[in-house]
């Protein structure tokens, strides 16, 4: 009889096995193509608060019944941050399962004025686009409009442009051309070029707000205008990256990536260790910004890239940028900003941009 288990005939066997993978390959996409994610997940107040506690994101309105009403809300809602982590989550197992970097996300919008706990999300991705990248010839680049929808009533809840590089099964030949487009994106941890103060462009004078509420951005906005300057400044909290952040929220999210959870896998991989989730690294980001601003509602994101790997022990830090404000209602005005997530070494990780409407002091 064989012993099955002793480790030297288990080893044997192990070689002469195949190994039945996971998720999709470049190849498995075409232009077009409709996928529904199968299971999806039921969004409820203990995810909710489970996510928004770890990337340290407080809103009261989010966590109290009575902030809630204040807000014009039925009772604390799903936060918009949460819904875009499930939504993605969902997606990862028949998308980029197989690997490769997250090369940026757009055009991220939540029609639906609040989403509440029990709602079931269904997730479904449109294949936008493909392209052969040319600078890795192991690897394509794939664009998904994705969609979470109210699996009870059909609206759309959260939607989104993503790219991905996803492995090939066979590499091609490529031109060896320089990077460009989604392709040059620092998803795989290069450093760019430093540049020296005097060529950097920056505006000599950096303007930061005397509050969070809009009208306090407007003002910092027509001072920095004054004097030629720009409203910027860095949030005073960090969020180092433990095992609750790289590998719990993910999974709890149905994000099913090795990058997360498999130190195994990843050990001789370019980060050389298990990687935090994107929009871990971006919710975190924000939330240290929205400590400083009267949040009301959040509007959209656009232009979000992912800039290099975090690890555990890395420190996720955050610095914003005021671009514009727009009217104010009454109860709140538009503001446009742009968010850089960064690490104990100053190192950007996220970058995008982010339309809110913030509270009026009235």
């Not at 002469?16 to 997940?41: K, Q, S």
């Not at 990862?92 to 939540?110: A, I, K, M, N």
């Not at 005021?322 to 990780?349: I, K, M, N, S, W």
């Amino acid at each position: 009889m064989t012993d099955w288990t002793d480790p030297e005939t288990f080893a044997r066997a192990l070689e002469r096995v195949e190994t039945v993978e996971n998720g999709n390959y470049f190849e498995d996409f075409a232009a077009g193509e409709v996928i529904e994610h199968d299971p999806g997940l039921t969004l409820t107040r203990w995810g909710n608060e489970a996510w928004m506690s770890q990337t340290l994101n407080h809103d009261p309105a989010y966590w109290r019944s009575d902030a809630a009403e204040a807000r014009d809300f039925d009772e604390p809602p799903i936060h918009p941050d949460y819904l875009t982590a499930a939504t993605l989550g969902s997606t990862v197992e028949d998308l980029s399962e197989t690997g490769g970097y997250f090369l940026g996300r757009t055009d991220v919008r939540f029609p639906q004025d609040a989403v509440y706990p029990g709602t079931e999300l269904a997730v479904e991705s449109e294949v936008v686009d493909t392209a052969t990248s040319r600078s890795r010839p192991e690897f394509g680049i794939v664009s998904w409009r994705t969609r979470g929808r109210d699996a009870d009533t059909d609206e759309v809840l959260c939607s989104y442009e993503r790219t991905n590089m996803i492995p090939r099964r066979e590499p091609v030949a490529t031109d060896d051309g320089e990077r460009s487009g989604a392709d040059a994106s620092r998803t795989d941890g290069g450093a760019g070029a430093a540049e020296d103060d005097e060529g950097s462009g920056l505006p000599e004078t950096f303007v930061t707000p005397d509050g969070g509420y809009f009208e306090d951005f407007q003002a910092a906005l027509e001072a920095a205008e004054a004097e030629n300057g720009a409203v910027a400044y860095r949030h005073e909290r960090g969020r180092t990256q433990d095992a609750v952040t790289v590998a719990q929220l993910p999974l709890a999210t149905l994000n099913t990536a090795k990058q997360h959870h498999n130190v195994d896998a990843m050990a001789d991989s370019p980060s050389g260790d298990i990687v935090t989730y994107g929009d871990v690294t971006r919710s975190t980001a924000l939330g240290h910004a929205r400590s400083d601003e009267e949040t009301y509602r959040e509007v959209g994101f656009d232009d979000e890239s992912f800039h290099t790997f975090v690890t555990p022990g890395d420190t996720v830090y955050a610095f914003t940028r005021v671009l514009e404000t727009g009217a104010a209602d009454g109860a709140a005005g538009t503001v446009r900003f742009e968010h850089v997530a960064f690490d104990q070494d100053d190192e950007p990780l996220y970058s995008g941009t982010r339309t809110a409407k913030i509270r009026t002091r009235d």
